[in-house]
Structure formats: C-alpha cells, structure tokens
C-alpha cells in the first residue's frame, strides 16, 4: 500500500501531539521516490535548486518555469508526499496580481499542494490574495537569502532582542493573516522555542534549534552531494560526492584498462545467424 499523503490538518495535528514533522527539499525525479520511500512527511521544491542543481552564487537568478519543471519531476516521484513550491525571487514581490498568478502555476502546471514564500509584514498583502485565491501558504521568515543583501549577507537573524522581536512579529502577523505553516531559518534555539509555542500553526526549523514543530534540510547537503559551502545547520547522513567521483574514476580505469564492457555486458548475435553474419563480412573483406 502507497503511504497516504498527509494535507495540511494533519500536520495541525501533528504538532498538537507533539509528532515532529520530518521536511526535506527534493529537485528531481528520483530523488522525490527516495523522499517518499523513506517516509518524508513533506517536500519543498526549494529555490536552492538555483545553487544545488545548477551552479548558480545564489537564489536571485532562478525563474518560475525552472521551479515549475523541477515541482513536476518532484510531484511525479512523490505523489502521495505533501510538495510545497518556493516562489522565486520576483515572483510575488513586485505585485500582488503576480504573486496571486505565480502560486497558482505551481498547484495547476506542477501540482503542488501549497506555496512559500520569504519575508514577514512586507508581503502580508501578497500573503492575504494567495490564500484567498484558495492556496496554503508557508511563510519563510528569520534568514532570508531572495533578501540577504539587505541583511549583510547569509547571516543568522534575532541574535539581538530588537530583530528577535521584528522576528516574533512578523511571525504573529503571518499567522494572523491566515499562513497555515511557517518556516524559521538560521535564528537561535530560544527564538525559534518562543515562536512555535507562541503560534497555533506547525513552526518548521532550518537552523532554529530542536524545539520547532519539524526541520527542514537540503537535500543536497544531508545527502553530501553540494560541494559549495556547508551551513553551521547542516548534518551530513551520506558522502555522495565522494561515493560518485570514486565511482567514475573506478570507471575510467575500467575503460582504460580494457577492463569494461565485459562480455556479460554485451548484446550477441540471436541463435544461428553468428554463422550468417561471419559470412557477410566475408564479402566486405
Ligand atoms: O530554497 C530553499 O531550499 C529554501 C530553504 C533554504 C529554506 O528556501
């Protein structure tokens, strides 16, 4: 029996009984069947995808239609997994007509079940006309890398009380404003303790401490596949960056070496026409 996939109510739930919830990016086809085969509760098709599958310095460059191929290839991998979309940069901020437009193509040409989107008070309007459009919203608050040029960089958020109260603001405001979930990242354990008691909605954790409703990793990073750079929030489970270069390089050997393909490698002629084939090549000699 496929996993039956869990909506928004029950991650309501989830939280009311303690249960954390387990989030992971995913950016492709396979590796959405290992996200759900191991039993992820959520997917987020994350605009890291600018960095971890193209090559790009940040998030700025990456476009609607790129997230809308890679949410499909996802959707299709995990079809009974929660997928969220992560609304690129310029997709939600310049209007709210746009904002409304862009969160719909991720639950009509991908699939998805719900949006997210960075920032706090700024966007509540934007926030407002995407859950009236009918669509479930995440916030994403805390270190927010579409905006870390205003914040001096990829810097971790509320380390001082002032910005740990614009934090707690903008975390009531968007739960005020109807988000059905929001993400806290790089911000202190103790911010992110007071945040996800303070609100009713799952508070998920990427770099905010052990006491959120759930954490988030990138894929990339807990799969040790993104070479880059490696957040202070990061936990590796696998190295396989260096389980695939000694792969390949197992591989050029082999070649090399005359030592692949071997002959269980290869497709032979089909019963009686080896004879007829040495007879063919006689007439090329
Ligand atoms: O794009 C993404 O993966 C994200 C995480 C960094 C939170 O937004």
């Avoid at 996200?35 to 960095?51: P, R, T």
């Avoid at 509540?124 to 009918?134: E, F, N, S, T």
């Avoid at 270190?143 to 009531?172: C, M, N, W, Y």
Wanted: net charge neutral; with cysteine; charged share 20%.
């Amino acid at each position: 029996m496929p996993p039956k996939k869990k909506m928004i109510h029950e991650f309501m739930k989830m939280k009311q009984d303690g249960q954390k919830i387990a989030w992971l990016t995913a950016y492709d086809f396979p590796t959405a069947q290992f996200a759900e085969a191991a039993g992820l509760d959520m997917l987020l098709v994350g605009d890291s995808l600018g960095m971890c599958v193209y090559g790009y310095p940040g998030t700025i460059p990456v476009t609607m239609d790129q997230c809308i191929y890679h949410a499909e290839a996802v959707r299709r991998g995990a079809p009974n997994t929660f997928v969220i979309g992560d609304m690129p940069f310029m997709s939600y901020q310049s209007s709210i007509e746009k904002a409304v437009e862009n969160a719909g193509r991720f639950l009509k040409e991908a699939g998805c079940d719900a949006i997210k989107l960075e920032g706090g008070k700024r966007i509540l309007p934007q926030v407002r006309a995407i859950l009236d459009a009918g669509i479930v919203v995440v916030g994403h608050i805390g270190l927010t890398p579409q905006s870390s040029g205003q914040l001096g960089g990829h810097k971790a958020q509320g380390r001082t009380v002032e910005s740990a109260k614009l934090l707690i603001d903008d975390a009531l405001a968007l739960e005020e404003a109807g988000a059905q979930m929001l993400l806290l990242e790089a911000v202190p354990p103790e911010v992110g303790q007071f945040i996800a008691k303070k609100l009713r909605i799952p508070v998920l954790s990427i770099g905010a401490g052990m006491h959120c409703d759930g954490q988030l990793l990138i894929v990339s990073d807990l799969i040790g596949q993104f070479q880059a750079f490696t957040p202070k929030f990061v936990k590796k489970y696998a190295n396989v960056a260096e389980v695939v270069t000694q792969a390949m390089r197992a591989y050029c050997e082999d070649v090399r070496a005359g030592r692949f393909p071997e002959e269980g490698h290869c497709y032979y002629m089909l019963p009686g026409e080896d004879e007829k084939f040495k007879e063919l090549i006689k007439r090329y000699a």
